[in-house]
């Protein structure tokens, strides 16, 4: 019989669920890249180097702060963007423990057939 989860680590997988949704596309994968590279940036300059538009660009960061990835700040009429650093460690801190899940139930196989 396997064990319950908590609700709480229900609530935290679903919160991490929209991250991972939000990776889940090139370009905002590329977004995610360029804020990690160089830092806040404008949509003007995130925009640099991507074949779409800034309103294109603009639509990807609004999905990515819907799951809490980036947020902006005004400085007067531009809009700046930067990297929620703690969203990116939940998901990492997920990874590791799938990671470590899937590690267990291989060991336990491998005991199994090796009987």
Known sequence: ??????????????GTAAIFAALGDET????VAR???DGPLSITQLAAGFAITRQAITKHL????GAGLVRSSHHGRQSVWQLEQ???ADARR???TISAQWDQTLGRLKSFVER
């Open 62 to 65: 609004r999905m990515m702060e």
């Open 28 to 31: 905002r994968l590329r977004l």
């Open 1 to 14: 019989m396997r064990k319950q989860r908590s609700s709480r680590t229900r609530a935290e997988l679903i």
């Open 86 to 88: 703690k969203r990116l």
């Open 35 to 37: 804020l990690c590279d």
């Open 94 to 96: 997920h990874l590791h």
